[in-house]
């Protein structure tokens, strides 16, 4: 039997979950990697101050439909009125909770004293959490943030207390510094000693890329749950495999012909939810390509292809050629 995590009231299986990630983790691919088995999912990063002032990406942003539940969605800002004001618009959307981001380390977010910033301003963080959990009513609050601004100041523990006690109901830790970006490697012992110090569910982030490294960062942290981002690029399947460990059922790694089918069907997803017409779609799913085919021979020179896909057709027989390529591979070695 499958252990569960209890966040405010949200039950969640204790697999694995899927980590925000804006540009990438969008409703396609949040609903594959649900298909596959992601326990909880969280929406990319939406601005406090965008929602607002009627941004028109919010919708977009913030529906929530019921194949994805139970998600939330991701705000951040750096002011505590706003971010209570934007609550109150985003509670339309029904989340099954609210994320607050407190990591983003890029500059244009950093810059207006939101994402990462507010680990050098403890008070502030602490006020828009608390003002967050007060307009969020029954829904409940929890906050992604980094284990701390540099080297100089990894303060996650003293701002995962302040957190607690401002109401936040999870925390979630990515153990690297907003100097590191994504660079270097995820502090496991700075989720531990986070954990240590409260009392509410850790979530662990940072660079979970198979079952032992998810095993590890369960056994090494002690944490309640563990994100997955970068490791589930054109890689759903890690999912199902975490999920068929923790349920102990067997588990049979996908093969090319299925790494390219649910490719495709990844693809047609894309463009059956873009409001674009499919030839500006298939912009938005080269990437996604060039990941399904990462690890396998030839994948290099195939990247390439991928970035250059201006139809659905073009991907159908970049996959064929694909599947062909590692037969042939397959052959030789034998
Ligand atoms: C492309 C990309 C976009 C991201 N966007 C967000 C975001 O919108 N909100 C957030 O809290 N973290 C964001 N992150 C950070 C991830 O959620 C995660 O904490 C980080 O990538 C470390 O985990 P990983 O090694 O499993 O990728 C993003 C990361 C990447 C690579």
Redesign the pocket.
Known sequence: MIDTVNIGGVSLKKTAVL???????DRAYRLMCREFGAAYM????VSAKGICYSDRKTAELCTITDEERPMAI?L?GSEPDFMAKAVEIVLQYEPDII?I?M??PVPKVVNTGA?SALMKDIDLAAAITESTVKAAGKTPVTV?FRSGWNPDNVNAVGFAKALENAGAAAL?V?G?TRDQF?SGT?DFGIIKAVKEAVGIPVIG?????DLASCLAMYEETGCDLV??????YGNPFIFSEIESWFGEKPYTPPTVEEKMEVMLRHIRLIISLSEKTEELAIHEARKHAAWYMNGCYGSAKFRGRCYQLSSYEEAVGLAEEFIELQRWHNAQKR
Do not use: L, W
């Not at 994100?227 to 589930?232: A, E, H, L, N, Q």
């Open positions: 980590a925000p990630m804006a540009g990438v983790a969280v929406s990319e990063m991701q951040f994320d981001n990591g983003c994402g992604k979630t990515h690297r994504y995820s982030s940072g660079d979970v890329t994100m997955i981002g970068r490791g589930s």
